[in-house]
């Protein structure tokens, strides 16, 4: 293994402990306030300084991690979900289901995922789920198209003809045989989509339409930030650089990934 991938890997232990024990790193209250100190600089006792309610800043990164990764793998999990279920739809069904069911997805493809969450958004209202829902659905046409095609070619090899010469059903095979095979590609990308995931839903928080202030995540504290950047650098920095260490790390992971199931090693 690497050492690009091992830090990756550490990296994303961290963000994971943070966002399941944020107890445990967080030296302070997200939302304990201290006017005597706002908009402090990083110091000993705050390394990140403090925000314009004197709120620590590394508290709240840690304890941010949990709504900004909930974005992300929530609506990379929904993706998954809704876009197996359509390719495999499409991929295994009559031919012409493949054809209305692809002529969607391409349609849903021929615009931009953002402007699809902000759309879906629009129709179901603001608020963390929303932007949860909003991103998953906005990224079920990329994952159909790919389970789609891997459907395809795993449906047409020598083993899954064996397994229906053997007896089996088609039930069978679609579990056994298809679905593993068909999925675990995509599983790549999806590793890689948690942090572009998790991007989008802090550009959500960012524009107010996901996460909204106290209620501290990465996209929110930024959005805050902001009008504080002359004042307090710090203040905007430091969940940045959360944001851009989970996006490097599961990139980082996913292409590792990928090279090992296409027989590249390290």
Known sequence: MRIAEKLALLVLAVFLLAAFAPGVLAPYDPAATDTSNILGAPSVQHPFGTDEAGRDVLSRVIFGTANSLLLGFGAVAIALVGGTIVGLSAALRHRWSNVVLMRFVDIGLAFPEMLLALLVISIVGT???????????????????????????????????????????????????????????????ATIGIGT??????????????????????????????????????????????????????????????????????
């Open 127 to 189: 608020g963390p789920a929303p932007a949860l829902f909003a991103i998953g659905l906005a990224t079920i046409p990329s994952y159909a198209r790919l389970i789609r095609a891997e459907t395809l070619s795993v449906r047409d090899s020598t083993y899954v003809e064996a397994a229906h010469a053997l007896g089996l059903t088609r039930a069978q095979v679609l579990l056994r045989h298809v679905l593993p095979n068909a999925v675990r590609p995509v599983l790549v990308i």
């Open 197 to 266: 995931a998790t991007l989008a839903g802090a550009a959500l928080s960012f524009i107010g339409l996901g996460v909204a202030p106290p209620t501290p995540e990465w996209g929110s504290m930024l959005s805050s930030a902001r009008n504080f950047l002359q004042l307090a650098w710090w203040y905007g920095v430091f969940p940045g650089l959360a944001i851009t260490g989970l996006v490097i790390s599961t990139t980082v992971l996913g292409r590792s990934l990928q090279g090992r199931l296409e027989g590249r090693h390290a």
